[in-house]
């Protein structure tokens, strides 16, 4: 079955950009799926970040689109993403996911996670 | 932004008990809502999908309901390994949103 592998730098510093990749196996990134960036602080709930399709569509969160960039690597069967100009409180667990279907509305798979610590 | 309010906040019980847990909405999201466990450690795992729709694997005492605004998670009895944090999440022109969480704690 389809499983999702965060990989990236643990540590990033203030004003620096988060940069992650999710990659993709026991499936294709091509399918009929949209690929989501989730992210959890400390002690806290989840958040969503952004969604992208294979054709390169995106979808991001209002309160974070202005930092925020998504991009696939058809290639490569992964997806990416990069969050600029941060500071401590972008410091969470980033999770990726895949939405059930082009039209879903909730994620069925997901990473473990991978942990960024925003400190200088 | 389409806010969703879960309640309570945290629930106390014991393994046999029924648990009921509730997620508000503060707009319409049809059935589009999903209910996800996480445990300390772990990714969120999907239970329940369009309001009462079990996810491939979720044993039968998690059940879902509800449609518009206000929904309902229920585990009909206990099992040690379902004491976790729950989150409501809906998905809406805006994007998604989580709830903040209910704990479900051994009491």
């Known amino acids: 079955q389809v499983q999702l592998q965060e990989s990236g730098p643990g540590l990033v510093k203030p004003s620096g950009t988060l940069s992650l990749t999710c990659a993709v196996s026991?499936?294709?990134?091509?399918?009929?799926?949209?690929w989501s960036w989730v992210r959890q602080p400390p002690g806290k709930g989840l958040e969503w970040i952004g969604e992208?399709?294979?054709?390169?569509?995106?979808n991001y969160n209002p309160s974070l689109k202005s930092r925020v960039t998504i991009s696939v690597d058809k290639s490569k069967n992964q997806f990416s993403l990069k969050l600029s100009s941060v500071t401590a409180a972008d410091t969470a667990v980033y999770y990726c996911?895949?939405?059930?279907?082009?039209?879903?509305?909730?994620?069925?798979?997901w990473g473990k996670g991978t942990t960024v610590t925003v400190s200088s | 932004e389409i806010v969703l309010t879960q309640s309570p906040a945290t629930l106390s019980l014991s393994p046999g008990e029924r648990a009921t847990l509730s997620c508000r909405a503060s707009q319409s999201v049809s059935s589009y809502l999903a209910w996800y466990q996480q445990k300390p450690g772990q990714a969120p795992r999907l239970l329940i999908y369009d309001a009462s729709n079990r996810a491939t694997g979720i044993p039968a005492r998690f059940s879902g309901s509800g449609s518009g605004t206000d929904f309902t998670l229920t585990i009909s009895s206990l099992e040690p390994e379902d004491f976790a944090v729950y989150y409501c999440?809906?998905?809406?022109?805006?994007?998604?949103?989580f709830g903040q969480g209910t704990k479900l704690e051994i009491k």
């Open positions: 992208i399709y294979h054709s390169g569509s995106t």
């Open positions: 996911a895949r939405v059930n279907g082009v039209n879903g509305h909730y994620m069925d798979v």
């Open positions: 999440q809906q998905r809406s022109n805006w994007g998604y949103t």
């Open positions: 026991g499936g294709s990134i091509s399918s009929s799926n949209w």
